[in-house]
């Protein structure tokens, strides 16, 4: 089993910055990606930013130049600072891992809890 554990989220005004943490635990062998993903009320789920098993990064072009992606592979942990916020970046935010476990050695599709971030205009 798996965890994802997220945490940064809160309410900020408009042009202010976040900083979102996920920290993976449990049964990991390896991970294969690792990013974020969002979701705005009566909106579909979306990628903001990732780190793909390439181990390039891919942002969604909506927050190309205000967010950045970053991980600490010791700690099995990726961040995510948002600047410039908007309030249309408000939605709940999501950690998403493709791990292989030890148990079975096959790639699972994890994800956090969500983490709340509202920007106010």
């Known amino acids: 089993q798996v965890q994802l554990v997220e945490s940064g989220g809160g309410l900020v005004q408009a042009g202010g910055s976040l900083r979102l943490s996920c920290a993976a635990s449990g049964s990991i062998f390896s991970i294969n990606a690792m990013g974020w993903y969002r979701q705005a009320p009566g909106k579909q789920r979306e990628l903001v930013a990732a780190f793909t098993s390439g181990g390039s990064t891919n942002y969604a072009d909506s927050v190309k130049g205000r967010f950045t992606i970053s991980g600490d592979n010791a700690k099995n942990t990726v961040y995510l600072q948002m600047n410039s916020l908007k309030p249309e970046d408000t939605a709940v935010y999501y950690c998403?891992?493709?791990?292989?476990?030890?148990?079975?050695?096959?790639?699972?599709?994890?994800w956090g809890q969500g983490t709340q971030v509202t920007v106010s205009s």
């Open positions: 998403n891992s493709k791990v292989v476990t030890t148990s079975q050695f096959h790639e699972y599709d994890y």
